[in-house]
């Protein structure tokens, strides 16, 4: 591993997508002046390279912390552990020797298991205090568990508060088309202690790093019963487990370059095949985030979308992008799930797994009535500046 130092920018943008009355805002990452080239290592697997801090589709590396080690005993999901530590482009990983023993599926079937999972979170209110947004994410439990970004999730927890008029939806299918309620199973308090002051900022930057929420499908939006099991996504955990030049799929439900009317009523999901360009740690010789390079993904609206390996399983989960006039021009990039569990491990002292072999009603209750108040409380400051 290499710290990035003054070689990797601090922050990409953010990849979900604010509405206004008259179209879509997009959040960009920092002009080309103020985001450095990036220093990177040779493992990975996807295709998008970002640099530094970014804007968001969801959230992209450069600058972050290392999160504090697991505990010992299981605390209430509600809890969080804050720790710091620098991000930094890595060389040192080492490939898993033979991670499957089977052979890779077909990019037809990865790409059906994956639009099958992916949804659209969308964020809408009548009022003018909170804007609308649209983000992705991704499906990874059979009983209705989403992964998404905390930047993403926000808003969620926003909506589920009575002095704000927002409501959100799960939508699915495309065009897109509103089939859930989703509430707040768990986000990172550390995430909404650094970065809830951004959330009136145009243009949010960040690193990736405790960017990640689950939300629970609590309920329908549409009068049909819910699904006794829904379409999802295994996740990978393990550590290392794409290298530079992987091939994976990335999805989610870009909507930078259409307008709001569109992102609203026939938005469409989309998929791209590409191979992962570099790997970045955030200081402790895993691999943390995955360069994906430029493709269509590579938009506002991605954020919380799927990064999958050619043998179906869930390897990252979309944050962020560098700036560009086109997506080409652009390096999109996620966080790893390897990250992600080891990250919630030591806020939570429950692995990801864990969690999900839990009761996500009751996790989900017991988010909202211990951490949730506190979290609403640090947003509706900033909102009612």
Known sequence: ????????????????????????????????????????????????????????????????????????SKKPISEAIKSTSPL??????????????????????????????IVNILCTTPTGLVRPISGSGVIISPRGVILTNAHVAQYVLLAE??????????????????????????????????????????????????????????GSADDNPLPTDYPYLTADVRRNIGFVDDSVLAA???????GGLAATNDLYSASSATTIKKLFTFGTNSVDVLSLGGIIVAQSGSSGGAAVNMWGYLIGLITTTSEGTTTANRDLRAITLSYINRDITAQTGADLQAILNGDPALETEDFSTRAAPDLVTQLLKILFK
């Not at 599926?105 to 099958?116: C, G, H, I, K, Q």
């Not at 989610?252 to 259409?258: H, K, L, N, S």
Request: with cysteine; hydrophobic share 45%; glycine share 4%.
């Open 88 to 117: 930094v482009a890595t060389n040192t990983a080492e490939r898993i020797p033979k991670p499957y023993p089977t052979a890779p599926l077909p990019l037809a079937a990865v790409n059906d298991a994956t639009r099958a999972a």
């Open 1 to 72: 591993m290499q710290n990035a130092g003054s070689e990797l920018p601090l922050r990409f943008g953010i990849l979900f997508v604010l509405f206004l009355a008259i179209g879509l805002l997009v959040i960009n990452p920092p002009s080309p002046a103020s985001v450095p080239a990036v220093a990177t290592s040779t493992a990975s697997t996807a295709a998008a390279a970002a640099s530094g801090e970014t804007s968001a589709t969801t959230t992209p590396v450069a600058k972050s912390t290392a999160t504090s080690s697991p505990q010992s």
């Open 252 to 258: 989610g439900y870009p909507a930078e370059f259409i």
């Open 161 to 218: 508060s009575a002095r704000v008029n927002l409501e959100c939806f799960v939508r699915t299918g495309s065009p897109a088309h509103i089939r859930w309620i989703p509430r707040v199973l768990y986000l990172p308090p550390v995430w909404i202690e650094e970065h809830a002051s951004e959330i009136t900022t145009d243009h949010p930057l960040g690193t990736g790093e405790h960017d990640y929420a689950l939300l629970f499908i609590a």
